[in-house]
């Protein structure tokens, strides 16, 4: 009985230390790792920067502090931004892992940023990273969901947001998909979505780190 228990913990960790994030695996064994972060203001702002610094507190805490992020990311900007900066934002911090958001603002119709512009972008980034470091680990993230002028300066934002799970899966990045759990904020009501976003765009720092941070953590534990 003894036996099968320790085969049955053995699988067990074996499955869960295959499910997770090399950035994760790597902490666990214990090398000092270097994370960024890279968007718009979703992660810049005052609530990016909660969500931020919740993730990071969370795995310094769990992994004896080896872990540094840099917050590349910058308020107003978009995927077209992040090509021209990736080399002093991005590359010059020699990361181990990279989390990309770029959907927000590639949504907002004055930056006339196409989808297929979007995908050269996004994909160009990817590429970069990868020709800098192959064994980089690149994350793409889908946010929440933009209310009133800000939805309607972003009509297609969804669609967006599917590029990102497109990409996701073609090239076999991991996603974190943060908007199915704004929209069920939201499909309890306005009210309640505004209690979390305030301006109907930004989350605020306590909205980030009770929504965006745990899902963040979650996903890098679980790497899938």
């Not at 090399?22 to 090398?31: F, M, P, S, T």
């Not at 969901?145 to 669609?159: C, F, G, M, S, V």
């Not at 947001?161 to 939201?186: E, F, M, N, S």
């Amino acid at each position: 009985m003894k036996i099968n228990l320790l085969i049955i913990s053995l699988t067990l960790l074996t499955i869960v230390s295959q499910a997770q994030t090399q950035l994760v695996k790597n902490l666990q064994a214990g090398k000092a790792q270097t994370l960024v972060v890279y968007g718009t203001s979703l992660t810049a702002g005052a609530g990016g920067h909660a969500w931020v610094d919740s993730v990071s507190t969370n795995l310094n805490n769990k992994y004896n502090n080896n872990l540094t992020v840099y917050n590349a990311a910058k308020s107003a900007m978009w995927s077209t931004w992040g090509v021209q900066h990736l080399e002093d934002s991005v590359i010059s911090k020699k990361p181990d892992a990279v989390l990309i958001e770029f959907s927000m603002n590639d949504a907002f119709l004055n930056y006339k940023t196409s989808r297929e512009l979007a995908e050269l972008n996004l994909n160009y980034m990817i590429d970069r990273i990868k020709l800098f470091n192959p064994d980089c680990e690149i994350i793409l993230q889908t946010m929440d969901i933009a209310l009133d002028k800000h939805a309607a300066d972003r009509p297609e934002l969804t669609t967006y947001y599917d590029l990102y799970r497109q990409v996701a899966k073609k090239r076999k990045l991991l996603l974190i998909d943060h908007y199915p759990h704004w929209k069920a904020i939201l499909d309890k009501g306005k009210e309640e979505y505004l209690k979390y976003v305030p301006d109907g765009l930004h989350p605020d720092p306590d909205g980030a780190r009770k929504i965006i941070a745990p899902y963040v953590v979650e996903k890098l534990m679980e790497g899938k």
